[in-house]
């Protein structure tokens, strides 16, 4: 009889390498503003009316400024009519639109009609 243990043995392989989790990327941390000066608070002022989607997470990532600063300021310039609510609102999520936003079915007719009183 021929002895089984010497082929059988090498057919068995090695084991697998165990997966490795330690490279996860880590997310960079924001260096965001949290107070606004009177020049940033314009050029805020001045811009969001015409963005056609406002939340916070726009607002942050936009001006660079932190979450609190970026409510106060959706706060104030619905105050003031420069931006309106959109729809229905909870807690944790606010959607306003520019009051001089335009969507862009609106665009695509100004631009045509300013193609046409171009032509003429």
């Known amino acids: 009889m021929a002895k089984k243990g010497a082929l059988g043995g090498k057919s068995k392989g090695t084991k697998a390498k165990k997966k490795s989790w330690t490279k996860v990327k880590v997310k960079d941390k924001l260096n965001n503003a949290v107070f606004l000066d009177q020049k940033q608070y314009d050029r805020c002022a001045k811009e ?42 909870f807690a944790s999520f606010d959607l306003y639109s520019g009051v001089q936003s335009k969507s862009a079915l609106e665009k695509a007719a100004e631009e045509a009609a300013a193609a046409e009183a171009k032509k003429k």
């Open 48 to 89: 969001i009316p015409k963005i056609l989607m406002i939340t916070r997470a726009i607002l942050c990532d936009k001006f660079k400024v932190n979450g609190a600063v970026s409510r106060a300021l959706i706060k104030d310039l619905a105050s003031k009519g420069l931006i309106r609510r959109v729809g229905d609102h």
